[in-house]
């Protein structure tokens, strides 16, 4: 897989940490998680892949373009701090 800058950033972009996914199919013939899965976005690393938590207590690695996934949600913008006056 050829390593692009860009696209990993747009991936962290698109993919913030607790974002909710369910896994339509993983390319993983060693270890892959059922269709129908639904985990939680922990974090997306410098090449685009999102590490996730899955509910049934896995952790692995979802690549978007090869594997494929729904999101069922984002999380909520934060709101910007106020500054004490």
Known sequence: MFFDYQKAQRMKERYPSETRIRLDSMDDPYAPIAPGTEGTVD?????????CTFDNGRTLGV???????SVLS???PSEPEESPT
């Open 63 to 69: 690549v978007p373009g090869e594997d494929s996934f």
């Open 43 to 51: 974090f997306v690393d410098d090449i685009g892949t999102l590490h």
């Open 74 to 76: 984002r999380p909520a």
